[in-house]
């Protein structure tokens, strides 16, 4: 069965340091990934897609996410923390035209 | 281009009771999907409708059912609620042209059963 693990339920960094989101795949074929963020009370946006075309994707509002094979981790990262990243993120993968996603990670920024 | 709308933003509903939940997806989108999203269980797939065919569907009882319509706008009924309906229900399209077609998600409507 297919399945995508984030690693960590809860992160917290100060504002201005480095964001890390770590997200893990299970797939026998190159999968889809993607992320997406969740600000309370509305749906998922997508932050960023891996289709293959390049290992390290770059997404909107400055973050990226880099694909490595033989670790099979799709983690997505920032430079710097900002206030308003405070969300959840979801990881996801679309194999066979299903979608699995990750249980999320619910990133707060210290101030 | 507008969004995924999904109304009503706020339900709340005595156990026993149905409801239906509707999206209208982003133009051109032929592919809907419903989720549900509780604190315990994180995003459950329901189901998923392609040109007015279930393609997909999830482990959810059958008081848990879906319709989609000729423009693609989509509707979500549950019958029976039980208090453990109690979740935000997310509504998603894509063109499904492929894997690598992002879902586009709505703002969910958040259903309170009493």
């Known amino acids: 069965a297919q399945s995508v693990t984030q690693l960590g339920s809860h992160v917290s960094v100060s504002e201005g340091a480095l964001v890390l989101l770590r997200c893990n795949y299970s797939?026998?074929?190159?999968?889809?990934l993607f992320w997406y963020v969740q600000y309370p009370n509305q749906g998922l946006q997508l932050l960023l897609k891996?289709?293959?075309?390049?290992?390290l994707v770059k997404g909107i509002n400055g973050f990226e996410a880099e694909f490595k094979k033989s670790e099979t981790s799709f983690h997505l990262t920032k430079p710097s923390a900002h206030m308003s990243d405070a969300a959840e993120y979801f990881c996801?993968?679309?194999?066979?035209?299903?979608?699995?996603f990750g249980t999320g990670t619910s990133l707060t920024v210290i101030p | 281009k507008a969004g995924v709308t999904q109304t009503p933003r706020y339900l709340i509903k005595t156990r026993g009771q149905q409801v239906t939940l509707s999206c209208s997806p982003i133009?051109?989108?032929?592919?809907v999907s419903w989720y549900q999203q509780t604190p315990g269980q994180g995003l459950q797939f329901l189901f998923e409708?392609?040109?007015?065919?279930?393609?997909n569907k999830g482990n959810f009882p059958g008081r848990f059912s879906g319709r989609q319509f000729s423009n693609s706008r989509s509707e979500m009924n549950v019958s029976t609620l039980e208090l453990g309906d109690s979740a935000l229900y997310l509504c998603?399209?894509?063109?499904?042209?492929?894997?690598?077609?992002?879902?586009?998600f709505g703002n969910g409507t958040r259903l309170t059963v009493t």
């Open positions: 998603a399209s894509s063109f499904r042209t492929g894997e690598s077609s992002p879902l586009h």
């Open positions: 797939s026998s074929v190159p999968p889809y």
């Open positions: 891996y289709t293959s075309a390049a290992t």
């Open positions: 996801a993968q679309n194999t066979g035209n299903q979608f699995y």
């Open positions: 133009s051109g989108h032929r592919s």
């Open positions: 409708y392609f040109s007015e065919t279930q393609r």
